[in-house]
């Protein structure tokens, strides 16, 4: 599918969010692939900005949700062609060699405001509204002396979100296990994220309470159009 070329706001053309799930006697080789691919993706033609992540139920946002067989690699991408041709590359290949599932969605970011390691790694691109499928990235870093006050507010939004209508799949995601918190949701339409983000009880709190608060050292939200989802997670393709 056509995606849109780099635009004067700095948005790359598109963003791609693979996850891999890897067997229980592949997870020490997801581990070493983790720090080794991280100088390979610096290197890598066209990535403007690429991270390796494990995942978790984002139930918690502490060490208890991790999932040590599912692996998720983020990259905005200057060109839809590098993308493709990543595909081919040593990094690529060792984690299908590794991976007994691979879900990949397909981006083109839609509203993005806020930092990640000191970046706007997807632009600050504004788009009218967007008729299909959305996804949204949130990241977090925390300020260590406030963790604890914010993962005790986490398990009300995290029930809430599972029987919101219209969500395909959640995940939490992380560079680290702890005080690197992060989400990515996959949505039938804008109006269903609308509805969990302004209408459900536990996320309107934690909203209110963040600036009183003062949990994060940085933060990101990021809205997508979802341009394609390939393979399945968990059995099934979101």
Not at 22 to 43: E, I, S, T
Not at 64 to 84: H, Y
Not at 121 to 127: E, M, S, T
Not at 143 to 172: D, E, I, N, Y
Request: hydrophobic share 40%; glycine share 8%; net charge positive.
């Amino acid at each position: 599918m056509p995606t849109d070329p780099p635009d004067a706001t700095g948005a790359p053309a598109l963003v791609t969010l693979d996850v891999w799930t890897v067997p229980p006697r592949r997870v020490p080789g997801a581990l070493w692939r983790m720090a080794a691919d991280r100088p390979a993706l610096a290197r890598t033609p066209g990535a403007r900005f690429a991270k390796l992540m494990g995942t978790g139920s984002g139930r918690t946002f502490t060490v208890r949700d991790a999932d040590p067989r599912r692996w998720a690699l983020l990259v905005a991408w200057a060109e839809a062609a590098d993308a493709d041709r990543f595909e081919r590359s040593a990094t690529a290949q060792a984690w299908r060699r590794l991976a007994d599932e691979r879900l990949q969605v397909r981006l083109a970011p839609l509203t993005s405001r806020g930092r990640w390691s000191g970046v706007e790694p997807f632009g600050a691109r504004r788009r009218g509204e967007h008729e299909g499928p959305v996804a949204s990235i949130t990241r977090a870093r925390l300020h260590p002396a406030r963790a604890a006050s914010f993962w005790r507010s986490v398990p009300p939004v995290s029930q809430q979100l599972r029987t919101v209508p219209g969500l395909r799949c959640a995940l939490g995601v992380g560079e680290a296990p702890l005080g690197y918190q992060g989400t990515f949701s996959l949505w039938e339409s804008t109006a269903a994220l609308r509805e969990f983000a302004h209408r459900t009880s536990a996320h309107r709190d934690v909203v209110r309470r963040t600036p009183r608060e003062g949990w994060y050292a940085e933060e990101l939200f990021a809205r997508f159009a979802v341009l394609d989802v390939r393979g399945t997670l968990d059995g099934r393709t979101p």
